[in-house]
């Protein structure tokens, strides 16, 4: 045997010796999609424009306040837009010391001076900070929030061209409305004293609370609700709290929540405070004994317990919670709150039953369509047919261990796609067999009908692969996920089936021909 | 065996009357897609939210549609999902203005108002996931072990909610509480705390997808970008490794491929989604290859004979290829065919469009490609004599 057969030979061992061991055992070593091992797709869109909103606020009430300590009572100010706002009323003539106020509080904005206003316009970059730190927050707390779920493998990537988009994607999750709600929960807690009713509770009705204050509810006092819930979740009416507009601490002085046990084994959560949040809430509560404390979740009263004694810097915050509320609960608590609302834009769940049934018609039709070129190669090319069949195989394998060793992912389109790469890449051997016997008709012998038909067959084999490669180009780049990994799976299974057909069926021609002198005729 | 050995057919003899007959089933194709009117938009183009349902009883889809007009869906599509057995259906509504979940929440609440009209319990085995029915059972703690350890309790009723779950995951429904007591490790005191505090719903939802308007729109232009670019990307690459008359045969045999699948696609009433427009975008690359492979070997017959008319030269090459064109259309044809006929409902349509497309593809190849690529040369050469 020439050498050059023994190398050959010993490099397709080797390529097909790798290929298994990447591939073998299949279950573990190959990424399977969400559309076949079942789970969850989100993308979210981060309302940037709400966080940018909430600091121009902020800024605009520290303005404020600062102004008004300075002496300068009469001001006040409007939000324009989510980057705009007014401030009138401020008087010329302590110009020098409202210019020192704004440059020392408001560093990120641009101001002008209209008769007795000002106008402020954020600055650009300071707001594009301001988005890209909520994208980037968001990013931070829902990856907190999906470690407690313990899921392998997630997927949490920023996203999209204003780069304020969020991939999410959860293998083998089988309770999406639990992720989705978890996502999502703005999670925005605040503690504050309720104005009435005195004693815990809330009252039945809006007019009720009117009532008490005589029609008109007095400056730093707001209405809120909270629902009434029984012990199966349906919500059956309505309370109503008068609390105080300023909360007396936020979620941001949690140092931690805990799932716990109440007095009567009910679920609650347990808190803890930071030291600054400590020392707020001793003072709160000492101060306001027989006073409500409302518990507000996302503007809404999740109980009102009654102030019994000062508190600390612990406490519990219990309602009608089952044990997996209170542990979601805990976990978002924990996790702080999002920095602006999440709106979800494209969701894929699939269960792992409609995956399953996916796989399993996916191997049928892959199974039978193999069968029939099999059987159809040997019909048609007899002994060299098995030649086509061994490269086939060949194929396949180096087509899962690429597979594997790439760590690609295999999607349902993907499976379609190795369907298609078994039926295309005997046309590989096709052209070449074609082309061989062609040129035995012509009256060549063996040896040289092979070389004959390798070597013009070659250039047909070549552009009639690369063009579906330029459609598997294509569509990798405008594919998501599924998409992709069809085309990612064509595109190896073409390459492969380059390699098998050129290389690997040479290869076997040449080893049968080798092994006699003078080869008269030849299967095919 | 060989099927075509040194056949001679004079394929364009008659190549007038067969551009004719494309001709007329373009037209017929075109018209098709207008006549339909809008075309059948799946979710992922149209936005939406689409609801795999499994449902322990077979059901009506008109019951289904009654029921979701109830609700106040009033442009419900539901049809049926799967094998005839398995009680599935598909539950498409479109956006509802101004609320990014609405749809889907609106027909969670019809399907548990019409199915799960006054539960036993406050739980749902066929809703809720394995964590919840675990932690329910530690709650429970029927078979009483979390009086000596904590940590092994909650193990203990974790591995009994997975297998549970488990059974769940491969056949979607849990439709009987034999199935959740041949578990062996569920205790028949844990399965009587289970039928006490929970019970299994009528239905599950096995999948869902749902795309805002935001999305649907990015992906149709994606979609339309990506069939364009690609046919250009073919037209250069052809032109680049052959002349621009074949190029322009490649191209209008493409055109052509394209869009009479695409009246057959749109008249089978398939749906538009990224796996069938992915089936196009495909189609696109094995149409060129057969063209391809048929100019391969006139460039090669040129070269050796450069006096014969390109005519002859054609139906040499055609003749010398008919071979190859007719077995790889078959055994592309074979693994397709199965793709369409046992692959599954998601697969359908990209099957489809795989299958009509080998046969349009090869037709095209022969009698379209090449008397377009001889109508351009002729065009050419006739020009350049009336120049001279």
Redesign the interface.
């Known amino acids: 045997m020439s050498r050059t057969l023994v190398w050959r030979g010993a490099l397709i061992v080797f390529v097909l010796a790798v290929a298994l061991l990447s591939a073998y055992p299949l279950e573990e070593n190959l990424n399977l999609g969400l559309d076949l091992q079942?789970g969850i797709h989100l993308?979210l869109q981060v309302e940037v424009e709400d966080a940018v909103r909430s600091e121009s606020t902020k800024d605009m009430d520290r303005l404020l306040q600062e102004l008004r300590d300075a002496g300068l009572g009469t001001v006040s100010a409007s939000l324009a837009s989510s980057t705009e706002f007014e401030v009138v009323g401020v008087p010329r003539a302590r110009d020098s010391e409202v210019t020192r106020i704004v440059t020392e509080y408001l560093p990120g904005w641009n101001w002008q001076r209209s008769g007795d206003s000002i106008e402020f316009r954020m600055e650009i970059a300071n707001s594009a900070e301001i988005r890209n730190l909520a994208v980037v927050q968001a990013l931070e707390t829902i990856r907190n929030r999906i470690d407690e779920f313990g899921v392998a493998e997630p997927l949490i990537q920023r996203q999209g061209m204003e780069g304020d988009r969020i991939v999410v994607q959860l293998p083998g999750?089988?309770?999406?409305?639990?992720v989705k709600k978890l996502i999502k929960n703005t999670a925005f807690l605040e503690f504050r004293l309720v104005a009435y009713p005195l004693g815990g509770g809330g009252v039945g009705s809006r007019e009720q609370i009117m009532a008490n204050y005589g029609g008109s509810l007095p400056a730093g006092v707001e209405i809120l609700t909270g629902n009434i819930e029984d012990?199966?979740?349906v919500i059956l009416g309505e309370q109503f709290y008068a609390v105080e507009d300023r909360p007396v601490i936020t979620g941001r002085d949690l140092r931690t929540a805990r799932p716990g046990l109440g007095e009567f084994n009910q679920p609650v959560v347990n808190f803890y405070l930071t030291h600054e949040g400590g020392k707020l809430f001793a003072e709160a509560t000492g101060n306001n004994v027989g006073k409500g404390l409302a518990v507000v979740l996302d503007g809404k009263v999740a109980t009102a317990p009654n102030i019994r004694s000062r508190i600390s810097d612990s406490g519990i915050i219990e309602g009608n919670f089952?044990?997996?509320e209170v542990?979601d609960l805990s976990t978002v608590l924990r996790s702080g709150a999002l920095p602006a609302g999440i709106?979800?834009?494209?969701?894929?769940?699939?269960?792992?039953?409609?995956g399953?049934?996916?796989i399993d018609?996916?191997l049928?039709?892959?199974a039978?369509?193999?069968a029939?070129?099999i059987v159809?190669?040997l019909?048609?090319y007899?002994g060299s047919g098995i030649n086509a069949i061994v490269a086939l195989s060949l194929n396949i394998v180096l087509l899962f261990g690429v597979l594997a060793y790439l760590g690609a992912t295999l999607t349902?389109?993907g499976i379609?796609g190795i369907?298609?790469t078994?039926?295309?890449a005997?046309?590989a051997n096709?052209?070449v067999f074609?082309r061989i016997?062609?040129e035995l008709?012509h009256g060549r012998t063996v040896k040289s009908a092979v070389d004959a038909g390798f070597g013009?067959a070659l250039?047909?084999v070549m552009?009639?692969?690369?063009?579906?490669?330029?459609?598997?180009?294509?569509?990798f780049?405008?594919?998501?996920g599924?998409?992709r990994g069809?085309?990612v799976t064509?595109s190896i299974g073409i390459l492969a089936s380059l390699f098998s057909a050129i290389f690997v069926s040479r290869w076997i021609f040449d080893l049968i021909l080798s092994r006699r002198r003078r080869v008269e005729r030849l299967s095919i | 065996m060989e099927f075509f050995r040194d056949t001679s057919i004079d394929f364009m003899k008659y190549r007038k009357y067969f551009v004719i007959v494309s001709g007329v089933m373009l037209s017929a194709s075109i018209l098709a897609v207008f006549v339909t009117g809008e075309l059948n938009l799946g979710v992922d183009f149209a936005g939406g939210t689409q609801l795999t349902v499994k449902f322990h009883e077979p059901q009506e889809i008109n019951d289904l549609r009654a029921m979701t007009a109830d609700a106040g869906i009033e442009d419900a599509q539901i049809q049926q999902f799967g094998d005839a057995g398995d009680n599935e259906a598909l539950i498409r509504t479109s956006t509802v203005p101004g609320q990014d979940e609405g749809s889907q929440q609106l027909v969670m609440d019809a399907l548990n108002r019409n199915f799960n009209a006054s539960p036993p319990s406050g739980f749902d085995i066929n809703q809720q996931g394995s964590d919840a029915l675990s932690s329910l059972l530690f709650d429970k703690d029927p078979d009483q072990v979390r009086a000596q350890d904590e940590e092994v309790a909650r193990n203990h009723y974790d591995e009994m909610a997975k297998s549970i779950s488990d059974v769940r995951r491969r056949e979607g429904l849990l439709e009987s509480w034999d199935e959740v007591s041949s578990l062996p490790l569920v205790s028949a005191e844990a399965l009587a705390a289970m039928k006490q505090n929970t019970h299994l719903g009528e239905f599950a939802v096995l999948g869902v997808e749902s795309v805002g308007p935001q999305i649907g729109s990015e992906l149709r232009r994606k979609g339309i970008f990506a069939i364009v670019a690609s046919l250009v990307g073919m037209l250069a690459y052809i032109w680049f490794r052959f002349e621009l008359r074949f190029g322009i045969g490649a191209l209008v045999a493409l055109t052509h491929d394209v869009l009479i699948v695409l009246g057959l696609f749109v008249i089978a009433g398939f749906e538009f989604n990224l796996t069938t427009i992915a089936g196009f975008l495909t189609l696109v690359g094995y149409s060129v290859n057969d063209s391809v492979v048929v100019f391969d070997r006139v460039r090669e017959n040129l070269r050796r004979s450069r006096r014969e008319p390109l005519v002859d030269v054609m139906n040499k090459s055609l003749n010398q290829t008919l071979s190859r064109t007719v077995l790889t259309s078959s055994t592309t044809l074979m693994v397709v065919g199965s793709l369409l006929f046992l692959g599954g409902d998601v697969l359908r349509g990209f099957a489809f469009i795989l299958t009509v497309g080998v046969f349009v593809g090869t037709y095209s190849s022969i009698y379209v490609a090449s008397p377009f690529a001889l109508f351009w040369e002729n065009l050419v050469t006739r020009r350049a004599g009336r120049a001279s």
Not at chain 1, 343 to 354: I, N, S
Not at chain 1, 463 to 475: R, S
Not at chain 1, 477 to 480: A, P, S
């Open positions: 079942g993308v999750v089988d309770d999406p409305e639990r012990d199966k979740g089952t044990r997996q542990e709106t979800y834009l494209e969701e894929r769940t699939v269960g792992p039953a409609l399953q049934d996916s018609r996916g049928k039709a892959g039978i369509g193999l029939l070129v159809t190669m019909i048609v007899k349902l389109p379609a369907i298609l078994i039926g295309m005997v046309d096709v052209l074609e016997r062609e008709r013009k250039s047909s552009d009639a692969n690369i063009t579906t490669l330029i459609a598997a180009l294509f569509l780049q405008f594919g998501t599924p998409i069809f085309a064509l």
